[in-house]
């Protein structure tokens, strides 16, 4: 790897850890955590679908971890566990009004970070960045 990919690898674990650590740092005053806020995003977006396999799957995290952190977010009102119709094994995840009320106290902080964090990009400089974001997952997709 050369100089010019190893700064832009660097670069880029740079600006993903400081945008998490920032979000968290927005979010807790509101009590709750980025974590949380994608789990329940999450959740909520798969309308009682959601498995706490297909979680940890998309999040790379362990089951074990996944299970930790879907018991605290029972534990806290903010999901419900009901057995899957098809497989006893099982249970889907589905979001409470206490969940909802969760994630939508935490949109507003998410989107004025976004829009602070992108301002200093303009319309075209969004674009090429993510078209280059695009291309670059792309290349992960491939064998």
Request: hydrophobic residues 45%.
């Amino acid at each position: 790897m050369n100089q010019a990919d190893e700064n832009l690898l660097r670069h880029l674990s740079v600006l993903y850890q400081r945008m998490r650590r920032h979000m968290d740092q927005l979010l807790a005053g509101q009590g709750a955590s980025l974590a949380r806020v994608k789990l329940l995003m999450y959740i909520a977006g798969e309308c009682g679908a959601a498995r706490a396999a297909d979680i940890a799957d998309l999040f790379g995290q362990a089951p074990r971890t996944v299970t930790e952190a879907l018991d605290a977010l029972e534990r806290d009102g903010m999901i419900q566990r009901t057995p899957d119709p098809d497989d006893r094994r099982v249970k889907r995840l589905a979001i409470t009004e206490a969940g909802a009320a969760a994630v939508a106290a935490a949109e507003p902080i998410r989107r004025k970070f976004v829009e602070d964090f992108f301002r200093v990009l303009d319309d075209e400089e969004r674009a090429q960045f993510d078209g280059m974001l695009v291309k670059l997952i792309g290349a992960l997709d491939q064998p």
